[in-house]
């Protein structure tokens, strides 16, 4: 069973940075590609950024030169370094990976930004 658990989401003002962090259990690590999604209010949920496991990464047009995703093999975790945050980054983030042929979610970590 693949488990993703999200940290590190909260309210901060724009301009201001935040982490989040998703460790993943139950997943060969070293093989997964690794993304971020987001989910704001009313909205489809949608790819933030994404790191295969070699260490390319791929990111929304939206926050480009603002998000970095990066990973620890040794921990199993994923990181979304996020600065510059600006009120439209406000949304519910999700850790996730496919996996046995399906798609796995954390259980989303909140971030609000106010203007």
């Known amino acids: 069973q693949v488990q993703l658990v999200e940290s590190g989401g909260g309210m901060v003002q724009a301009g201001e940075s935040l982490r989040l962090s998703c460790t993943a259990s139950g997943v060969n690590f070293r093989i997964a590609t690794m993304a971020w999604y987001r989910q704001a209010p009313g909205k489809e949920r949608r790819l933030v950024a994404e790191i295969a496991a070699g260490g390319n990464t791929n990111y929304s047009d939206s926050v480009k030169g603002r998000f970095t995703i990066s990973r620890n093999y040794a921990y199993n975790r994923v990181f979304l370094q996020m600065s510059s945050l600006k009120p439209e980054d406000t949304a519910v983030y999700y850790c996730?990976?496919?996996?046995?042929?399906?798609?796995?979610w954390g259980q989303g970590t909140q971030v609000t930004v106010s203007s």
């Open positions: 996730h990976t496919a996996y046995y042929g399906r798609n796995w």
